[in-house]
């Protein structure tokens, strides 16, 4: 799952440890003429990527849309207790599903009474069309949906339902069953996490073909949640009042308790702007929560201050932030040995805002995920870096010197500031450094197989929680093709370690799957395929009229919006 950064999250997202999603919701209520006193106001430096639940692919997003607009067959409810929190219960399904033929089979029954904001009942056949729409790639791109595709038993090539022959759609027709209201998915490998993957990612939400506008529709929301859209705008946010079609008498309430009559979006602000606002307890700020920007680490020193410790949450990420070579640019594996061994972690760190802000990482899998172990390339690692033993590499290799390399990222305050703390290590090391800050087209950029970046930055925290959703979806070579490396942004290519993923993938057993997994990340280590840096700290502040504010496992350690209220 990406993970938010400049841009994103999650990363992902994000992006996750239980590691799944999260969001607010709304209970049953007079529709949209509450009084707005009751208002929650949620305020981001950046836009939502997208509002298409099929192409959302970012912890926070998931999470917010999950408690408030979109439910799905299964969900995470809300829980400071990891263990509960991480176990999906039913949503909009009867019960938690059945499997057959191990775990290649999964049948699930639609709840009666459910609906969409405009009245009309929420049915198996939405739920079939919704899982089609994952293969329109060339439609809807950015999505998780690559999970759904490489699975589902078909016989050939299904290009989604706008493209589709009628063979093509009588292919996936046999796939994805309806029989009254119970789906059953049919997969070609076993899955036995899936509903760990319907519950953590909307790629499995149910859409209303007749609403479906393909890529127009990617900042529409047809809501079957407690809360529908009253005006939106992409670019500056918009508000979000009771549906009068939910009926909270189907839902759980640890899901959703949805207690603010109105739920108001702002885009545009900076993150200092935001925090000052909130840290003076301004009566504008006072019934608002912050999304994607944690307090910037200039406000550190203020988090004891009174008025303000109290409103004060700290909690470890799902997501391992980490570096990426380019494998294409930088062939050579001594090359790549010596930029590991160089790479200074407690400066880097120090940079962004010391302990309080990361803790080193051992593995590009966060400790949170089952099946986590440290990668024995990077266990007991000089986190200061050792540029003289990495200057001894390059010349064992006989390595010219000084090598230039560009260093490319997500521009931000911070991550200039932790960029420009690498360069020492590596130049001192024997590398020329030239640092390639960018902004929105980060991403873009990074996922194109014939970007020239040396190295690049990279945020991630599982989709659900698996070491698959981690190791094989960054770094499994089929991904690449001749326009994009999906999430494999250094181009890694193994035979032997995309050999170990497709065993992970046939284990009837997450136990066996992950011990696949951790071989394949061995074998990453030695390749230096990643260089793991630390893991995100969230620090929150919260307005002092906001009540039942909790970070959790089910919201990827942002704002929980399940329990959320405000007070006059």
């Known amino acids: 799952m990406l993970k938010k950064r400049a841009k994103y999250v999650a990363v992902s997202a994000a992006g996750v440890l239980g590691l799944s999603l999260g969001l607010a919701a709304c209970g049953g209520g007079d529709g949209g003429g509450s009084s707005s006193a009751n208002t929650l106001t949620i305020v981001a430096e950046d836009p939502i990527d997208h509002l298409d639940p099929q192409?959302?692919?970012?912890?926070?997003?998931?999470?917010?849309?999950?408690?408030?607009v979109y439910r799905k067959l299964l969900s995470n409810p809300s829980s400071t207790d990891p263990k509960v929190s991480s176990k999906p219960i039913p949503d909009l399904a009867t019960d938690e599903g059945t499997s057959a033929d191990g775990a290649k089979t999964w049948s699930f029954t639609v709840k009666d009474g459910v609906k969409w904001e405009d009245g009309s009942e929420i049915t198996c056949e939405d739920f079939a069309y919704g899982a089609s729409r994952n293969f329109a790639a060339d439609e809807l791109t950015g999505g998780p949906g690559f999970y759904l595709t490489a699975k589902l038993a078909l016989k050939g090539e299904y290009p989604g339902p706008y493209a589709a022959t009628p063979e093509q759609q009588a292919d996936f027709d046999q796939a994805v069953t309806c029989d009254g209201k119970t789906i059953t998915y049919k997969?070609?490998?076993?899955?036995?996490?899936?509903?760990?993957?319907?519950?953590?990612?909307?790629?499995?939400?149910?859409?209303?073909?007749?609403?479906?506008?393909?890529?127009?529709?990617?900042?529409?929301?047809?809501?079957?949640?407690?809360?529908?859209?009253?005006t939106w705008n992409a670019q500056k946010g918009g508000t979000l009042v009771r549906n009068d079609e939910y009926d909270p008498e189907t839902d759980d309430k640890s899901l959703r308790e949805a207690k603010p009559d109105k739920v108001v979006f702002k885009f545009g602000e900076k993150a200092s702007t935001i925090y000052e606002k909130l840290f003076s307890d301004s009566p504008d700020s006072q019934k608002t929560i912050v999304s994607g920007s944690r307090v910037p680490p200039e406000f550190f020193p203020r988090l004891t201050e009174a008025g303000v410790k109290d409103r004060y949450v700290q909690v470890q990420s799902p997501y391992v932030d980490y570096?990426?070579?380019?494998?294409?640019?930088?062939?050579?594996?001594?090359?790549?040995?010596?930029?590991?061994?160089?790479?200074?972690?407690?400066?880097?760190?120090?940079?962004?805002?010391?302990?309080?802000?990361?803790?080193?990482?051992?593995?590009?899998?966060?400790?949170?995920?089952?099946?986590?172990?440290?990668n024995p390339a990077y266990k007991d690692r000089n986190l200061k870096g050792d540029p003289a033993a990495a200057k001894k590499t390059l010349a064992d290799a006989g390595v010219k010197t000084p090598y230039p390399i560009t260093f490319t990222y997500p521009q931000s305050d911070t991550l200039d500031k932790q960029a420009a703390a690498l360069v020492q290590g590596w130049e001192a090391a024997g590398f020329k450094v030239t640092l390639d800050p960018l902004g929105d087209v980060y991403y873009s950029n990074i996922q194109k197989?014939?970007?020239?970046?040396?190295?690049?930055?990279?945020?991630?925290?599982?989709?659900?929680?698996?070491?698959?959703?981690?190791?094989?979806?960054?770094?499994?070579?089929?991904?690449?093709?001749?326009?994009?490396?999906?999430?494999?942004?250094?181009?890694?290519?193994?035979?032997?370690?995309?050999?170990?993923?497709?065993?992970?993938?046939?284990s009837a057993t997450i136990e066996e799957q992950n011990k696949f997994l951790q071989e394949a990340d061995a074998v990453m280590g030695e390749d230096v395929a990643y260089i793991p840096l630390e893991i995100a700290t969230f620090n929150w502040v919260r307005g002092s009229k906001v009540k039942g504010f909790v970070t959790t496992d089910a919201s990827s350690s942002y704002p929980d919006l399940a329990t959320i209220d405000v007070e006059d």
């Open 55 to 68: 192409r959302i692919y970012v912890g926070e997003t998931i999470s917010h849309t999950t408690r408030l």
């Open 449 to 506: 197989p014939s970007n020239k970046a040396d190295v690049m930055w990279g945020g991630w925290g599982a989709d659900w929680g698996s070491a698959m959703t981690v190791t094989a979806a960054l770094f499994d070579s089929r991904q690449i093709e001749k326009n994009t490396n999906g999430q494999n942004y250094g181009n890694y290519s193994n035979p032997a370690v995309d050999k170990l993923f497709d065993q992970a993938a046939n």
């Open 187 to 230: 997969f070609k490998t076993p899955w036995p996490d899936f509903p760990l993957a319907i519950s953590s990612l909307h790629m499995m939400d149910p859409y209303k073909e007749s609403f479906d506008k393909g890529a127009k529709n990617d900042d529409k929301i047809f809501s079957n949640g407690p809360y529908k859209v009253d």
């Open 323 to 374: 570096l990426v070579p380019n494998q294409n640019q930088m062939k050579d594996p001594n090359v790549r040995k010596a930029l590991a061994q160089a790479t200074d972690v407690e400066s880097w760190i120090a940079a962004g805002g010391g302990e309080k802000a990361y803790t080193p990482a051992d593995s590009v899998v966060n400790p949170a995920v089952p099946g986590y172990v440290a």
